[in-house]
């Protein structure tokens, strides 16, 4: 393991001046994650045992411990105990790689135009891969997921469903994707409109022209992937973000321009 370490130590070394070194833990925690992709280690390997560690790091108990625990805490590892217990390298659920994420911009002040913008770029690009090798049971998928607002809502509740679906069908092309960065990303975007407050606010009112549209550019969106253009692929899913954008900022300016009367009441109260 000594090359492990004398790669972290010239990182370290060169950076000296410009912040704080490391503490031995996370020294250690990097050093363990080196050791994992050298090795090739996948989720469901286990680790050396601790007494290996100790050997391998030349470091003490309660090091190997605390660096475990960091690893843990990043979710790349699970400790189990009694027999046949140790440390278990995990693949992280995109649902709890999502939570990170979302609060890391949890104070940022995302609006919709940000997450549209973003999207706006990933989403016609991942059309266009997925032209490249989706099949009949991945077309099932996406059209199973579009009969839940195939018709007009009775309800807002019903409206709100299908809003969600909609977005799910945007999860499920995230899902197919060979890509996995790109597939995380888009999947990523989709899931802050779901939980974003400015967009639960939106998803409370009427509004058929989202549906409407919507519905509407996956299915071409579907033609395009099956007759094989990633061209016209490209080109819909553009158009469809762009539309959506579009529908989204004004019902988020209706939403808010609502909401800050509400609140205007209250404080007059």
């Known amino acids: 393991?000594?090359?492990?370490?004398?790669?972290?130590?010239?990182?370290?070394?060169d950076s000296k001046s410009r912040r704080a070194v490391p503490n031995r833990p996370s020294v250690v925690s990097e050093a363990i994650k080196i050791m994992?992709?050298?090795k090739g280690m996948m989720p469901g390997d286990r680790l050396p045992?601790?007494?290996?560690?100790?050997?391998?790091?030349?470091?003490?108990?309660?090091?190997?411990?605390?660096a475990l625990k960091m690893l843990e805490t990043q979710g790349l590892i699970q400790t189990r105990t009694g027999?046949?217990?140790?440390?278990?390298?995990?693949?992280?659920?995109?649902d709890h790689a999502n939570a990170l994420m979302s609060n890391y911009f949890?104070?940022?002040?995302?609006?919709?135009?940000?997450?549209?913008?973003?999207?706006?770029?990933?989403?016609?690009?991942?059309?266009?891969?997925l032209t490249k090798h989706l099949g009949?049971?991945?077309?099932?998928?996406?059209?199973?997921?579009?009969?839940?607002?195939?018709?007009?809502?009775?309800?807002?509740k019903e409206e709100q469903r299908q809003?969600?679906?909609?977005?799910?069908?945007?999860?499920?092309?995230?899902?197919?994707?060979?890509?996995?960065?790109?597939?995380?990303?888009?999947?990523?975007?989709v899931s802050l409109l779901k939980?974003?407050?400015?967009?639960?606010?939106?998803?409370?009112n009427p509004n058929p022209e989202l549906r409407e549209r919507g519905y509407s550019y996956q299915g071409q969106l579907i033609e395009a992937m099956r007759a094989g253009d990633p061209e016209a692929a490209r080109s819909i899913m553009k158009a469809h973000m762009v539309a959506a954008r579009r529908l989204m900022a004004k019902q988020e300016a209706i939403v808010n321009r609502g909401f800050l009367s509400l609140n205007g009441k209250k404080r007059g109260a």
């Open 49 to 66: 045992q601790e007494p290996d560690l100790i050997r391998a790091f030349s470091a003490s108990k309660g090091t190997i411990r605390e």
């Open 136 to 156: 009949e049971k991945e077309f099932a998928v996406l059209e199973s997921t579009m009969v839940a607002y195939d018709h007009p809502p009775a309800t807002i």
């Open 163 to 189: 809003r969600i679906a909609e977005l799910e069908f945007h999860e499920r092309l995230a899902e197919f994707s060979a890509n996995p960065l790109l597939a995380f990303m888009c999947g990523f975007l």
């Open 83 to 94: 027999p046949g217990g140790g440390a278990f390298i995990t693949d992280i659920p995109t």
């Open 195 to 204: 939980d974003l407050a400015v967009c639960r606010r939106i998803y409370r």
């Open 36 to 38: 994992m992709t050298d």
């Open 106 to 129: 949890f104070f940022k002040n995302l609006s919709i135009g940000d997450i549209y913008e973003i999207r706006q770029v990933l989403e016609p690009e991942l059309a266009a891969e």
């Open 1 to 13: 393991m000594s090359a492990v370490f004398t790669r972290l130590d010239k990182s370290g070394a």
